[in-house]
């Protein structure tokens, strides 16, 4: 029985250091956000046409380092601020917003988003190998 308890000890010691604290994780997601907010910027239309008192979807495009609340909990959120609910319709359509074929831009929101995961996923990955020590 004390051979089983030494050795969990043992393997609780080893993997206690492989979770990052929420500093760490902010890090990492930061990384991550970066990455998906680059793609995101080069997959959003951008009108040819300007109103004076606007800006480019592209341009409205932001990240932050907290989540959604703007709590500070490891995770990271990239997003169109007050545009998005332009961006929903762009991204999804509406029965008053036909796209004709080929300058169908619709559901880019969703295409950036799934085209960037493997460079997101990577961009983290990168991270936390830098932050942890190699994942040892």
Do not use: C
């Amino acid at each position: 029985m004390d051979d089983l308890e030494a050795q969990m000890n043992s393997w609780l010691k080893q993997v206690e250091n492989l979770n990052p604290t929420t500093q760490q994780k902010a890090a990492m997601t930061k990384a991550g956000a970066a990455v998906y907010e680059k793609e995101l910027k080069s997959k959003t239309p951008k009108s040819a046409r300007m109103l004076k008192k606007s800006v480019h979807l592209q341009d409205a495009i932001t990240s932050q380092n907290t989540n959604i609340d703007g709590t500070f909990d490891g995770s990271s959120v990239v997003g169109f601020g007050k545009k998005a609910h332009i961006a929903r319709f762009m991204n999804d359509g509406t029965k008053k917003y036909p796209r004709n074929s080929e300058n169908d831009h619709r559901h880019f929101r969703d295409n950036a988003q799934r085209e960037s995961q493997p460079a997101v996923f990577e961009a983290q990955r990168q991270a936390y190998e830098h932050l942890m020590g190699g994942g040892k």
